[in-house]
Nanobody
Framework: QVQLVESGGGLVQPGGSLRLSCAAS????????MGWYRQAPGKQRELVAG???????NYADSVKGRFTISRDNAKTTVYLQMNSLKPEDTAVYYC?????????????WGQGTQVTVSS
């Protein structure tokens, strides 16, 4: 069973920074990719940033230049450094892991962590 444990959310003023962490544990074959999504009230969940097993990254246009996704050497923990936060970044942030056994892919989600940007 795979577990994704997120941490690092909270309340921050506009222009501030937060760092989210997501640690994967349990039994899995191989991590194909990990990423962060967010969902604001009344809106659909959207991709914020992702990183593949090879290290390729991609970002939503709205966060480019402000957010940075990275991972640890074991490639089982992913981080999201969020700088220059704006009120519109307020959302529940979810970590996602895609496992691959080279035939199938399986998606796993974390429980979500609240990020609130407000003065």
């Amino acid at each position: 069973q795979v577990q994704l444990v997120e941490s690092g959310g909270g309340l921050v003023q506009p222009g501030g920074s937060l760092r989210l962490s997501c640690a994967a544990s349990g039994n899995f074959f191989s991590i194909y990719a990990m990423g962060w999504y967010r969902q604001a009230p009344g809106k659909q969940r959207e991709l914020v940033a992702g990183i593949t097993s090879s290290g390729s990254t991609n970002y939503a246009d709205s966060v480019k230049g402000r957010f940075t996704i990275s991972r640890d050497n074991a490639k089982t923990t992913v981080y999201l450094q969020m700088n220059s936060l704006k009120p519109e970044d307020t959302a529940v942030y979810y970590c996602k892991m895609i496992e691959s056994d080279y035939v199938h892919q399986y998606d796993y989600w974390g429980q979500g962590t609240q990020v609130t940007v407000s003065s």
